[in-house]
């Protein structure tokens, strides 16, 4: 199975929005509304801050949101702080039962 | 507040297996499944298998072969077998609980454990 393509780096500077994409096909991201994005800062493991698409788990800031069109998903991150400069993953469900992750994305705040 | 610990050995040789071991501390072991993923030094996530608490699994057709999940009810555990490793099998382990019911997300992980293959 193939991963899911994401964009290898974005920035944005404080208080800009950000969207990070996430394509995949119609056997796996078009396909099931189990897209999840984790956030993963060096040495530490991935944290979950959306899952079923766009829901958001309890304690994760109201700035980060998920949606998605088609065969792509989207998180967007609003009111860009510090510390939101991690690397990004998308992961979702796929039409074989298994589960499949993008290639990453590297945030950058300016 | 679930926990999840993770051990096993971190440096092995070419053709020998590596083991590894996830145990679940809080929180209903029979409603999840069980992951493991893993990632490679400056690399990205590769999802390797998961388990549900009766033994059912599912692998990366990619590492099927190789995988062997397992599971210990009695004890909240489950653990990861890859044989053959090569150097390619380089990477930090991570253990994972799933939701797995119709919705799929990774929601608690344990703290990962570089398993490094070299001769």
């Known amino acids: 199975q193939s991963a899911l393509a994401q964009p290898a780096s974005v920035s944005g500077s404080p208080g800009q929005s950000i969207t990070i994409s996430c394509t995949g096909t119609?056997?796996?991201?078009?396909?099931?509304?189990?897209v999840s994005w984790y956030q993963q800062h060096p040495g530490k493991a991935p944290k979950l801050m959306i899952y079923d698409v766009s829901n958001r788990p309890s304690g994760v800031s109201n700035r980060f949101s998920g949606s998605k069109s088609g065969n792509t998903a989207s998180l967007t991150i609003s009111g860009l702080q510090a510390e939101d400069e991690a690397d990004y993953y998308c992961s979702s469900y796929t039409i074989n039962n298994t589960r499949v992750f993008g290639g990453g994305t590297k945030l950058t705040v300016l | 507040q679930v926990q999840i610990q993770q051990w096993g050995a971190g440096l092995l040789k070419p053709s020998e297996t590596l083991s590894l071991t996830c145990a679940v501390y809080?929180?209903?072991?029979?409603?999840?499944?069980w992951s493991w993923i893993r990632q490679p030094p400056g690399k990205g996530l590769e999802w390797i298998g998961q388990?549900?608490?009766?033994?059912?699994?599912t692998y990366n057709p990619s590492l099927q072969s190789r995988v062997t999940i397992s599971v210990d009810t009695s004890k909240n555990q489950f653990s990861l077998s890859l044989g053959s490793v090569t150097a390619a099998d380089t990477a930090v382990y991570y253990c994972?609980?799933?939701?797995?019911?119709?919705?799929?997300?990774?929601?608690?992980w344990g703290q990962g454990t570089l398993v490094t293959v070299s001769s």
């Open positions: 809080g929180g209903s072991f029979s409603d999840y499944h």
């Open positions: 388990i549900n608490y009766i033994g059912n699994t």
């Open positions: 119609s056997s796996d991201v078009g396909g099931y509304n189990s």
């Open positions: 994972a609980r799933e939701r797995g019911i119709e919705s799929y997300y990774f929601d608690y």
